[in-house]
């Protein structure tokens, strides 16, 4: 029985692993594609290759995850809310990519 219960959390690691790479993927693509306008067009994000200069560059802000979220729902600034153009996935999606690719939830 522990044998198997070993496995068991291996094997939900492994998958969990899987999920996160999947979902910094899937929130570069809402950060480059998804979103509109995209948020390269504002930002600069160097993993996503955009150098926007009208909204805060992210690689120094470095934005947790919970702040993205905030920002991407509910706009801030001159930046609208994408909450009704964009599903409650992807703003998930791309909140988390920006935190972990700026180290922001590190903070």
Same mark, same amino acid.
């Given at each position: ?14 998958? !969990?692993?899987? %999920? ?14 998804? %979103?509109?306008? !995209?948020? *390269?067009?504002?930002? *600069? ?27 991407? *729902? ?10 009704? !153009? ?6 998930? %999606? ?7 690719? *700026? ?5």
């Amino acid at each position: 029985m522990r044998k198997t219960a070993v496995l068991l959390a291996v094997s939900l690691t492994g998958i !969990s692993s899987l %999920a996160q790479a999947g979902d910094v993927e899937k929130g570069k693509q809402v950060f480059t594609q998804e %979103a509109q306008p !995209s948020c *390269t067009v504002c930002h *600069t994000l160097a993993d996503a290759g955009s150098a926007g200069a009208i909204g805060p560059n992210l690689d120094e802000l470095k934005p947790s995850r919970e702040r993205v979220i905030s920002a991407v *729902t509910g706009g801030v600034g001159i930046m609208p809310a994408f909450n009704e !153009s964009l599903s409650s996935e992807q703003i998930e %999606a791309v909140a988390h990519y920006v935190a972990k690719v *700026t180290d922001g939830d590190k903070k």
